[in-house]
């Protein structure tokens, strides 16, 4: 189990180097085209025919990016009292695994869904109006980031079954893990 987290760790450290700096160049991106759409619109009396359609393309990906870091990060918004209620480890620990086996099947079927809007996409064509960009490319953001959530449940999965079977109590966090492994 620990080599397939190894693998999923050497996996991690690929997406992110991907990632992050599409999650930079598409936030400024959209800053940038959202200000010249204003800029033009308002100061120089000229609408940008067809900004929208670039912003929203690149606004897809970005938040599906985001929460692909968010869910790597273990920072995305979560319910979690079970520390409050309960003081024994392991029934915690219990708690977390039914939480990540719960949110893995719910990424499965988010999974599903996605290729299924994606195969909808590419095979009806559909384009926007100004610059015809084709559709199924915002919409392969959907199923490209519910990849990456699998991926990184199956990591959560595999860390809390270490976690509840071996005694192993500590919370787990792979930016905590880039910090140690850098310094």
Not at 51 to 56: A, Y
Not at 102 to 126: E, H, N, R, Y
């Amino acid at each position: 189990m620990s080599a397939l987290l190894t693998l999923l760790s050497a996996i991690d450290r690929i997406l992110y180097a991907v990632i992050y700096p599409l999650v930079v160049l598409f936030s400024l991106l959209i800053a940038s085209m959202v200000s010249w759409g204003v800029f033009s619109r308002t100061v120089l009396d000229q609408p940008v025919f067809g900004l929208e359609e670039l912003v929203l393309l690149a606004a897809v990906w970005l938040y599906m990016l985001g929460a692909v870091l968010a869910s790597r990060e273990r920072s995305h918004l979560s319910a979690d009292f079970t520390q409050i209620i309960f003081s024994n480890p392991k029934v915690i620990h219990g708690f977390h695994l039914l939480a990540v086996v719960i949110s893995l099947t719910m990424a499965v079927f988010f999974a599903t869904w996605a290729w299924d809007l994606l195969a909808w996409g590419l095979k009806k064509g559909q384009a926007t109006t100004v610059f015809q960009i084709p559709l199924y490319l915002s919409q392969a953001s959907l199923f490209a980031g519910s990849l990456m959530f699998i991926l990184y449940l199956l990591r959560d999965l595999l860390t809390e079954l270490l976690e509840f079977f071996q005694g192993n109590h500590q919370q787990h966090s792979p930016a905590a893990d880039d910090v140690q492994n850098e310094g």
